[in-house]
């Protein structure tokens, strides 16, 4: 276990870095506008099922090697990249069937479909992953051994700050989807605003540096 001093300071610096809207958080963003609260919190669910699984390989050792080789972080970068511009053009592109969608015209997307797209982002969230691996290992209290069950303890409070960071985020873009779902127009502009957002984030991503 680790010592209060080194929880409460871990607690802290991860409340800062989640609260600065990042990959995981624009894209539940972009969602809740271009779909729904629905997807949203599914998509928020499948995201942190994805840093769940992330934190489990940094605690296995995988966080080592992505923060020791620039080819590894690189991979992982685009990869989630190249998924979230994807969906934003799906988004984009579908953008006229939310009004219909609303009347009862489209059925939901299937849950577990939704699930696993949050989970592939939260997977390859490079921010989360070296945040894991090169950041939380410094709060490891030494003296109090179980470096491994300190990483995994510490990467809960992580992972349960960031999931009330983003039910916060979700609630809120649904709930201004709503008002602008009164107007067949103002919902087609949210979905293909919902699904640009997510392009330019990929985009982003993908030329940004290691800091995303």
């Not at 609260?19 to 539940?28: A, C, K, M, N, R």
């Not at 579908?94 to 299937?110: D, E, F, H, I, Y």
């Not at 949050?118 to 709060?139: C, D, E, H, R």
């Not at 490891?140 to 809960?156: E, K, N, S, V």
Request: proline share 3%.
């Amino acid at each position: 276990m680790p010592s209060v001093h080194h929880l409460v300071a871990f607690a802290v610096t991860a409340l800062i870095v989640i609260v600065v809207p990042g990959p995981s958080v624009l894209f539940i963003v972009g969602r809740a506008l271009a779909v729904g609260r629905r997807e949203a919190m599914l998509t928020m669910v499948g995201n942190t099922l994805g840093a769940a699984f992330l934190l489990v390989a940094v605690a296995l050792g995988l966080g080592t090697l992505i923060a020791a080789s620039a080819v590894a972080l690189t991979v992982v970068k685009l990869a989630g990249a190249a998924y979230l511009i994807y969906l934003g053009i799906h988004a984009f592109r579908t953008r006229k069937s939310l009004a219909t969608a609303l009347t009862g015209g489209v059925r939901p997307a299937n849950t577990r479909r939704v699930l696993r797209q949050g989970f592939l982002v939260g997977v390859t969230n490079a921010k989360t992953a070296v945040f894991f691996a090169a950041v939380l290992p410094q709060f490891i209290d030494p003296a109090a051994g179980h470096a491994t069950l300190q990483i995994l303890l510490l990467g809960l409070v992580f992972i349960l700050i960031a999931l009330i960071s983003d039910s916060v985020w979700a609630v809120a873009a649904g709930s201004a989807r709503d008002w602008f779902a009164r107007s067949p127009r103002r919902l087609e502009l949210v979905g293909g605003t919902g699904g640009l957002m997510m392009i330019g984030l990929g985009a982003s991503i993908a030329v940004s540096g290691s800091k995303d």
